[in-house]
């Protein structure tokens, strides 16, 4: 699954999987980005390297001045 952004300015970026029970499942970003379009994947597995099952998760975008929460779907 692929998650584009575009940031306005440079600035700390967290992106993080969780599932609907709300427990970190992986992050996929955590640290400084430039201004600009960002496209980061998450290869369905967890920050442990096991692979996640299907089902519905939700991923939270944080840049400065913002934050996004979407759901999304994962499929085998």
């Known amino acids: 699954t692929a998650m584009r952004f575009l940031l ?5 970026v967290s992106l993080q999987v969780f599932d609907l029970s709300g ?17 980061l994947e998450w ?5 442990e390297g096991q ?10 975008l944080t840049a400065p001045g913002f934050t996004q929460t979407k759901k999304m779907l994962r499929v085998k």
């Open 8 to 12: 306005p300015a440079p600035g700390r």
């Open 43 to 47: 290869s369905g597995r967890n920050d």
């Open 23 to 39: 427990r970190l499942v992986a992050t996929l970003q955590e640290g400084e980005l430039g201004a600009g379009e960002h496209r």
């Open 51 to 60: 692979v996640a099952p299907a089902g519905f998760y939700f991923y939270r």
